[in-house]
């Protein structure tokens, strides 16, 4: 031991500089090499230092110069790992519609349908005589071509991110999960309202009135203006926001392209001097294939948008909102991504000639009960369904709106004795809105059918959608009233690398069959739902 017997200053030295240089041969040129110099130098420091002892502290008169709180940030993070997707996504018709990975797909999905038969005679009769026989059938049928549209969304990822995440979260997973969901909600946008072949046109010039005798919108000459929306245009227009027509999106590739937000063209305008006191209304024909309506007031030539509608009339009675979008942002029909899109449910319904049942109300009509008790419109949709192609929808999807205006004709002081008579049956909620409307026209005795809200659905519409057909039409080949038909059904791009950043793409490359449009039945131009 070095402190059983005094060493001398050379010897001393000799031990601090073989403890930091090691045994082996020196080398002046390492750092922190300790020179015979250097070491004597920090030999002298202790001594110094042992000479000046350190003064006692009389605690109980020295005052406490720190203390350490809370706020001092002293403390356990206590981080829980992941982080929380608290974000929904909510997908009901995606997944209830069947997908279907084709294994040669081309270029387009084609198929053929025998859409009647037609026999021979009389209809409904088919005696024939002892040893006679009878004339040939005829068939109606009809091709279809759809071509596949892609559907794409992207995020990305930096060395840092990624390696300063390690312990709390794979972040290359869940980028390519959040991205995976992100394009869920955007098929459900498509599969609902996603429009290729439907324009919209452009609406008449409203007509304006004036009523009513209690509105505090002023004394003025006010002009209107009025804007269709497709149910996509619905969803990317707000009164804060405005309405949106195109969209330029630069790619992560550095391309660009142009998408159309689902907006028409707007009207011309129409006048309506007002008195204190009075409403100002304004209507305008039903628009085809709109399914809201955007509507623009003001002094003419400075109309501002001030109200979207899922009907055709609006009524201001309040002072106009300041700083809204000007109608002469509206300048171009941008209602439809011809070259991109498919056709959603709502647009196959709505086109011309599909054979979906298709209920456009007149202007200011809502719902309303029948003799029954049933919802007159849903009734009637029910009863036409069935006795056009013998089947029934399984769900009804409304917006929130429009459950809520569902639940008040099903439930009032005036039908709510008739709930227990099986002929109005419901299910009704303790909040008072109902789960399902029973269906009586059906080959089965009646069925349920489901009433839903549709996060896209735009008020003023009531969608019905058999999700399945009965046993009499699946006896053959048919798989299913639509399917989504895959070139490339939702798979993953890891994109080469150029820079220290990753990037993640979820694609795909499909489109919605509707094989049997007469499964769809529409009721829109509903005021108050």
Not at 91 to 99: F, L
Not at 230 to 252: M, R, W
Not at 266 to 271: E, I, P
Not at 398 to 425: F, K, Q
């Amino acid at each position: 031991m070095y402190n059983s017997v005094p060493l001398p200053r050379d010897s001393v030295i000799d031990v601090v500089c073989d403890a930091i240089n090691g045994m082996g041969p020196p080398d002046p040129h390492r750092r922190g090499f300790m020179t015979r110099e250097r070491a004597a130098a920090t030999l002298d420091a202790f001594k110094q230092a042992g000479k000046r002892p350190i003064a006692p502290i009389d605690l109980a008169e020295a005052p406490l110069r720190k203390n350490v709180t809370m706020a001092a940030g002293l403390a356990y993070y206590d981080l829980r790992a992941p982080a929380l997707n608290i974000f929904p996504t909510v997908t009901p018709i995606r997944n209830s519609v069947r997908r279907i990975q084709t294994q040669f797909p081309g270029d387009a999905y084609y198929f053929k349908t025998v859409n009647s038969t037609t026999g021979s005679g009389p209809a409904a009769i088919g005696w024939v005589p002892e040893g006679r026989r009878a004339a040939s059938m005829s068939y109606s049928t009809s091709s279809t071509t759809l071509n596949f549209a892609t559907l794409g969304e992207e995020d990305s990822v930096t060395e840092e991110a990624l390696i300063a995440a390690d312990g709390f979260e794979d972040e290359a997973a869940l980028i390519q999960l959040r991205t995976m969901l992100r394009l869920f909600a955007k098929q459900e946008m498509a599969l609902l309202g996603g429009n290729r072949s439907l324009p919209i046109g452009v609406p008449t010039a409203p007509t304006v009135t004036a009523t009513g005798s209690l509105g505090t919108l002023g004394t003025a000459t006010y002009s209107v203006i009025v804007v269709g929306l497709t149910a996509e245009g619905y969803a990317n227009s707000s009164l804060a926001g405005g309405v949106s027509q195109a969209l330029n999106i630069t790619g992560n590739d550095g391309q660009t392209f142009v998408l159309n937000m689902g907006s028409g063209n707007k009207s011309l305008n129409a006048t309506q001097s007002l008195t204190s006191g009075q409403n100002l209304t304004a209507t305008t024909p039903v628009l085809p294939g709109a399914s809201a309506y955007a509507w623009y007031v003001g002094a003419a030539g400075a109309e501002t948008l001030q109200a979207i509608t899922g009907a055709n009339s609006a009524t201001f009675s309040a002072p106009l909102t300041a700083g809204a979008q000007s109608a002469s942002a509206i300048t171009a029909n941008c209602s439809t991504n011809t070259a991109l899109a498919y056709d959603g449910l709502l647009t196959w319904g709505l086109k011309s000639g599909s054979g979906a049942y298709v209920n456009t109300l007149a202007s200011g009509a809502g719902l309303t009960v029948g003799n029954d008790g049933a919802i007159a419109e849903v009734d009637n949709m029910f009863k036409t369904m069935w006795l056009s192609n013998f089947l029934s929808p399984t769900v009804l999807y409304a917006s929130t709106s429009g459950v809520r205006a569902m639940a008040n004709i099903a439930v009032t002081s005036s039908t709510a004795p008739l709930l227990g008579d099986a002929s109005v049956d419901v299910s009704v909620t303790p909040q008072g809105v109902i789960a399902w409307l029973f269906n009586p026209y059906n080959a089965d005795g009646g069925c349920k059918v489901k009433v839903a809200a549709h996060p896209y659905m735009p008020p003023g519409t009531v969608l019905g959608w058999a999700e399945r057909l009965p046993i009499w039409y699946t006896t053959n080949a048919l798989p299913s009233p639509a399917i989504v038909s895959a070139r490339m059904d939702t798979y993953m791009e890891v994109w080469p690398r150029v820079q220290r950043t990753i990037y993640f793409g979820v694609y795909s490359q499909e489109v919605l069959a509707v094989h049997t449009p007469f499964a769809i039945g529409i009721i829109n131009n509903i005021t108050g739902a």
